[in-house]
């Protein structure tokens, strides 16, 4: 997790408030699910959605999600695992879909195995979203001009490439944020190489449904 600071930032920059339904893509270790379900508020829903895809991973995503929404105060949080693909059908209509360091997954073999595509699933989001509702993207930046070539062995992707698939299912760019940016990532690494993991050039696109 980040230093305190960035955290706030970004749940601000995500726009999500008190009573808003937010659907957290991939949580990993479930932080941001806890930092949203906090923020939204008994009133407010967070779908900790586990694309089965990932299931079988060592850590154990699915039962990391489970536990956190079995914990005292998390009865807003509710735990999903399901094809990737089978979002709309899995969790509510949304005000805010969150996926953190996660889209350029959507370009690597173990995603795309049962049949899955970025265009589509960023098609199964804007169906998902409630009208005004955001798609907040935050990830590793790629070089530019290597597009997405670079999710599956670096795991980067270029910033202009998730624009314009993003673009393309119908949303708007609403805002981007630098938060997050570091220039002395030459980009080149892979983000888990110790010179540079936590420390990756990242960044944050909202957009939204009009």
Not at 6 to 21: D, I, M, N, V
Not at 138 to 151: F, I, K, L, P, Q
Request: charged letters at 20%.
């Amino acid at each position: 997790m980040y230093p305190h600071s960035r955290p706030s930032g970004l749940l601000r920059f995500a726009r999500a408030e008190a009573g808003s339904t937010v659907i957290d893509v991939y949580p990993g270790d479930g932080d941001w699910t806890g930092l949203f379900s906090d923020l939204v508020g008994p009133e407010g829903r967070v779908c900790s959605f586990v694309p089965a895809e990932v299931a079988h991973l060592n850590n154990d995503p699915v039962g990391r999600a489970r536990a956190l929404a079995k914990q005292p105060g998390r009865e807003n949080v509710q735990a999903v695992a399901a094809d990737l693909m089978a979002l709309p059908e899995s969790v509510p209509p949304a005000d805010v879909v969150w996926l953190h360091l996660f889209y350029h997954d959507l370009h690597t073999a173990l995603m795309q195995a049962r049949g899955a595509t970025a265009a589509d699933f960023n098609r199964a989001v804007h169906g998902r979203l409630k009208r005004g509702g955001f798609y907040v993207i935050v990830d590793h930046v790629a070089a530019a001009g290597t597009g997405t070539s670079n999710a599956g062995s670096l795991h980067r992707i270029e910033p202009a490439a998730v624009r314009e698939e993003v673009e393309a299912a119908g949303f708007v760019l609403d805002a981007e944020s630098s938060l997050l940016a570091n220039n002395d990532d030459s980009h080149s690494s892979k983000v888990f190489d110790p010179s540079i993991k936590g420390h990756t050039d990242r960044f944050a696109y909202r957009f939204v449904k009009a």
